[in-house]
């Protein structure tokens, strides 16, 4: 079955403990996405990637890094975790990265940081 | 003016209705537009994908995007209880890089009633 999967699908952890959510597809798809989606502000693009090694940021990259070392995963790293990363996050993938070529989510994971 | 605006609801129909949800945009330049359903606890699936003005159907959805108006549309005919979910508009361009991203409205959250 053609998916993204992300993991963990639930996290609780405390302020500086570096956490890593994993993130993988099997569709061969070039692109992929990391966006968080909190109430009253919807999906905002953290960083996405246009191939291997090949990593840039969106909207909202402060706090985050990412590398994307092999096609099928990127992996969402929060090296000091503060509060306000406290989010839903979701993986995204699609066979282009251009606006003609819809993404494919995971189920998303939620984190709480206190 | 940010560049596409959705109104988030709630939105609470009776079962049975035609709803009408839709989102205006600023970006000209935008040619493909989507819709997505989220339901609770799941990541946005892709519901409807059109490309420049025009009408597509695919059962009781109905896509319609104005490109002269900056406005497009999602049509739910005899609405089920099923369709209960958050319903995002996106857009986006054949222009590559950063720009190229899919650009997502807040969604509108719809109930509907048995």
């Known amino acids: 079955e053609a998916q993204v999967t992300q993991n963990p699908r639930y996290l609780i952890t405390v302020t500086g403990k570096k956490l890593t959510v994993t993130c993988s597809q099997n569709m061969n798809h070039e692109y992929m996405s990391w966006y968080r989606q909190d109430p009253g502000l919807g999906l905002r693009q953290i960083y996405y990637s246009m191939n291997v090694e090949v990593t840039d940021k969106g909207d909202v990259p402060e706090g985050y890094k990412v590398s994307r070392k092999e096609k099928r995963n990127f992996p969402l790293i929060l090296e000091s975790p503060s509060p306000n990363q406290t989010s839903l996050y979701f993986c995204?993938?699609?066979?282009?990265?251009?606006?003609?070529?819809?993404?494919?989510f995971g189920n998303g994971t939620r984190l709480t940081v206190t | 003016q940010k560049e596409v605006e959705q109104d988030p609801g709630p939105l609470s129909v009776p079962e049975g209705a035609i709803v009408s949800l839709n989102c205006t945009y600023s970006?000209?330049?935008?040619?493909?537009f989507m819709w997505y359903r989220q339901y609770s606890r799941k990541g946005p699936e892709l519901l409807m994908y059109t490309y420049s003005s025009g009408n597509k159907e695919d059962g009781r959805f109905t896509a319609q995007v104005d490109k002269s108006s900056k406005y497009i549309s999602l049509f739910i005919r005899d609405s089920q209880p099923s369709d209960s979910a958050t319903y995002l508009c996106?857009?986006?361009?054949?222009?590559?890089?950063?720009?190229?991203?899919?650009?997502f409205g807040k969604g509108t959250k719809l109930s509907v009633k048995p």
């Open positions: 970006n000209s330049a935008f040619q493909y």
């Open positions: 996106a857009m986006g361009g054949n222009y590559g890089g950063s720009q190229g991203n899919l650009i």
């Open positions: 995204a993938s699609s066979f282009l990265g251009h606006g003609n070529s819809p993404l494919h």
